[in-house]
T-cell receptor, first 112, second 112 residues
Framework: GDSVTQMEGPVTLSEEAFLTINCTYT??????LFWYVQYPGEGLQLLLK?????DKGSNKGFEATYRKETTSFHLEKGSVQVSDSAVYFC???????????FGKGTLLTVNP | SAVISQKPSRDICQRGTSLTIQCQVD?????MFWYRQQPGQSLTLIAT?????????ESGFVIDKFPISRPNLTFSTLTVSNMSPEDSSIYLC?????????FGPGTRLTVL
């Protein structure tokens, strides 16, 4: 079946540090890949997505590139801020009408 | 993007009782999804609800425990029946628009 494996947390960084959260996947078909973010006390928000190999999704300074050869979709940001503190979920969807499969989430805390 | 609201936002219930969660979308959507996020865990799909047909449940979830209604293209309800403390979770409604999926703010349920 489909699955997503992402970096265990929690991750604690200082402001302006470089962030990488690793995500790898297995899928029965050709998936679309997503990163969702859940800020404290808030709902789940789509952060970025990529729908085919070598696509790069980007938003709010975050980037992730769809790597089919390594089945990966690692999230990166060059300089994190305290406001980036949240839980980040990697996810995939094989069919546009079917379910999202989520990783376990990675808690990021950014200290001033 | 779809705007999704849920009611109630949170509730504390006694074991053995039932709670119905409402999900309202600001546009007509074919497929709606109900997810569960247990404390410290990832999101797990409970069921997919299409208007005019029976909901499709994922492995480990049954209609008697989680009955779902989908009376029209903008509304759905999920009932958590005969609750136990193990049902304490955040329940999220979600809709699909093309390759993107949007989530409601969630209903935080605590069962005592």
């Amino acid at each position: 079946g489909d699955s997503v494996t992402q970096m265990e947390g929690p991750v604690t960084l200082s402001e302006e540090a470089f962030l990488t959260i690793n995500c790898t996947y297995t899928a029965t078909g050709y998936p679309s890949l997503f990163w969702y973010v859940q800020y404290p006390g808030e709902g789940l928000q789509l952060l970025l997505k990529a729908t085919k190999a070598d696509d790069k999704g980007s938003n709010k300074g975050f980037e992730a590139t769809y790597r089919k050869e390594t089945t990966s979709f690692h999230l990166e940001k060059g300089s994190v801020q305290v406001s980036d503190s949240a839980v980040y979920f990697c996810a995939l969807k094989v069919d546009s009408n079917y379910k999202l499969t989520f990783g376990k989430g990675t808690l990021l805390t950014v200290n001033p | 993007s779809a705007v999704i609201s849920q009611k109630p936002s949170r509730d504390i219930c006694q074991r053995g009782t039932s709670l119905t969660i409402q999900c309202q979308v600001d546009s007509q959507v074919t497929m709606m999804f109900w997810y569960r996020q247990q404390p410290g865990q990832s999101l797990t799909l409970i069921a997919t609800a299409n208007q005019g047909s029976e909901a499709t449940y994922e492995s480990g979830f049954v209609i008697d425990k989680f009955p779902i209604s989908r009376p029209n293209l903008t509304f759905s309800t999920l009932t958590v029946s005969n609750m136990s403390p193990e049902d304490s979770s955040i329940y999220l409604c979600s809709v699909s628009e093309g390759t993107k999926q949007f989530f409601g703010p969630g209903t935080r349920l605590t069962v005592l």
